[in-house]
């Protein structure tokens, strides 16, 4: 539909507001036709510009703020790798491309085949798939896999393994790839208890799904007790590669007694995440899984160039569409080139060094559960604060009107009134201490003032919603009656 000006060229004096179309009168319902001309906002340049800067400075990022939020690993994500993921020659590539022409697209499969060996390599792993588009997405491939080895073989199987400190996505891939999930508790050193695990294993036992360090911080010296008595009765290793952060450049889950990890791309390797994407959850295994990966993969021929490869009769087959999350993987290749192996050691230093400083600082003030060394996140417990009436989620308001982004709250589910924080190797001293501040004083106004904790966030543009009132009348009243 092509707008008519009332003069055919626009006169640069001020704006010239399009009049409708005469045209277009012909074919709309007359009630639905202005009767009057639209009133434009008359605005300058300069308004329309503040204005939206004041709404982008609105929104709380890692490029302007400090993000503590534990498990998710909010890293700040180099420049550099946006970078190399606009690069034309890659950003336009077509995802049919590869199965028309694969001598177009070189560069791209070397990426893929490349990132391959980079993660096998600091995994401890032999082959990876770069197709699944989150941790999730991977954690349900990586038990595809594993019921793909036991129906080869013949093991009849029915259950994993799971520590009540997991994230729920791990018992959440388990049943959907059709396993019952046994849960083991966590023992006074927040380690999954060996004594209990012992006693869950049996034939049928699939496999066992371990974050590491675990969502509490905590490395459990364990590992290779826990992985002989699985391999014993031909159950897999699964790794939960959230953490991985913690563990860079120190320690391979391949050889801890991991068959199967998938790592988060987006948390490890520094690619913007939360709000729902996008992501990356490749999935690396050993050498006896390898045949059951998702097609298609990438192969270098004898004459150095790459392809596709589909020969793998006993694969998953898809899951998902074509390679996965291109730019995002694009984005940890650039970041695990830049960094080396020497950098990619110096972020487990640094993740771990900081999350300690703030697990020295904050101990006075508030409940440690698990008091000992922690990796890169640490959890605390507002249970000190909640004599007074203040939960975590008061704490996190408060934290809120001082310009810090909450750390996470209520998770682990194990830890009552949880207060999980991951500073991540990214911050610095300067950018730490006052939050740290911000902290103590919550711990300290939980005492003298714990009345004011209802009232946070008081210095927000929004103020605090009434969550049961949200709960009653929205959910309640609105959708289930519906
Ligand atoms: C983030 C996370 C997941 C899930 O990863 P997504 O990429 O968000 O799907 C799984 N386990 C743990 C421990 C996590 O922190």
């Avoid at 001309?37 to 990022?61: A, I």
């Avoid at 290793?237 to 991991?258: S, V």
Wanted: with cysteine; glycine share 8%; proline share 6%.
């Amino acid at each position: 539909m092509q707008l008519i000006f009332e003069k055919s060229v626009p006169e640069r004096k001020g704006f010239q507001v399009p009049k409708s179309d005469v045209s277009m009168k012909a074919t709309i319902p007359g009630a639905y036709i202005r009767k009057i001309d639209c009133l434009w906002p008359e605005v300058s340049e300069l308004d329309v510009v503040r204005h939206f800067t004041r709404l982008s400075n609105l929104n709380y990022s890692l490029d302007a703020n400090f993000y503590p939020l534990g498990s998710c690993t909010m890293k700040y994500n180099p420049k550099f790798t946006e970078k190399a993921a606009s690069i034309k020659g890659f950003a336009n590539l077509h995802p049919v491309l590869p199965q028309l022409d694969g001598s177009l697209v070189q560069g791209g499969l070397e990426v893929l085949f490349e990132m391959d060996q980079l993660l096998s390599e600091i995994t401890g792993m032999d082959n990876f798939t770069m197709q699944p588009l989150a941790g999730a997405h991977g954690e349900l491939t990586g038990v595809m896999l594993m019921a793909a080895y036991h129906r080869a073989k013949g093991n009849k199987k029915k259950y994993i393994i799971i520590p009540d400190s997991a994230h729920g996505t791990n018992p959440a891939s388990a049943t959907i790839a059709g396993y019952d999930i046994v849960s083991v508790p966590t023992d006074k050193n927040g380690v999954l208890s060996l004594k209990d695990f012992e006693a869950k294993i049996t034939d049928e036992l699939a496999g066992v799904m371990l974050t590491s360090p675990n969502t509490l911080g905590i490395f459990n010296s364990n590992i290779d007790k826990i992985a002989d008595a699985v391999h014993k009765v031909d159950g897999l290793m699964y790794y939960d590669g959230a953490n991985l952060n913690a563990l860079l450049g120190r320690a391979r889950p391949g050889d801890l007694g991991f068959d199967i990890v998938h790592i988060n791309l987006h948390k490890t390797f520094a690619t913007p995440h939360g709000g729902g994407g996008p992501g990356a959850g490749p999935v690396g295994v050993k050498k006896s899984l390898s045949k059951f990966l998702p097609i298609s993969r990438v192969i270098k021929k004898d004459d150095h160039t790459y392809a596709l490869d589909y020969n793998y009769p006993e694969s998953i087959g898809y899951v998902a569409p074509f390679y996965g999350n291109f730019s995002v993987i694009l984005k940890a290749y650039a970041y695990i080139l830049m960094l080396g192996k020497e950098g990619l050691r110096e972020i487990s230093d640094h993740a771990v060094l900081n999350a300690n400083y703030i697990m020295a600082r904050l101990k006075k003030y508030y409940d440690l559960p698990f008091d000992r060394t922690c990796m890169h996140e640490c959890v605390f417990s507002a249970s000190k604060q909640e004599k007074n009436g203040v939960h975590a989620n008061d704490i996190a308001k408060f934290l809120i009107d001082k310009g810090f982004h909450p750390p996470t709250v209520y998770f682990p589910l194990i830890v009552k009134e949880a207060i999980m924080i991951e500073p991540t190797e990214t911050e610095s001293k300067q950018e730490m201490d006052p939050f740290i501040e911000a902290m103590i004083e919550a711990a300290q106004l939980s005492e003298s003032h714990p009345d004011q904790f209802k009232d946070f966030p008081k210095n927000t543009p929004v103020s605090r919603p009434d969550e049961v009132k949200a709960a009653k009348d929205i959910i309640c009243n609105h959708f289930l009656k519906k």
